[in-house]
């Protein structure tokens, strides 16, 4: 399938962070609508292992283009 499936949403400084499943990459990623931004963060595995970490570097913009 190509739809993502929301895990989390956050709300950052007045704007939507979406944390999402994207079965296209085969990774959990993050969707920031404000700014279009859609990255691959990284896979369910490490995500699970490790939320907080890439959490916290998805409001860093750790993985911005």
């Known amino acids: 399938s190509k739809y993502t499936v929301e895990i989390e949403k956050l709300s950052v400084e007045n704007y939507e962070i979406f944390i999402v499943w994207s079965p296209a990459e085969k990774a959990v990623c993050y969707i920031d609508?404000?700014?279009?931004?859609f990255a691959k963060v990284c896979t369910w595995e490490e995500f699970?292992?490790?939320?907080?970490?890439?959490?916290?570097n998805i409001i860093a913009g750790e993985y911005d283009d």
């Open 48 to 56: 699970i292992s490790n939320p907080e970490k890439y959490i916290n």
């Open 33 to 37: 609508s404000e700014h279009e931004i």
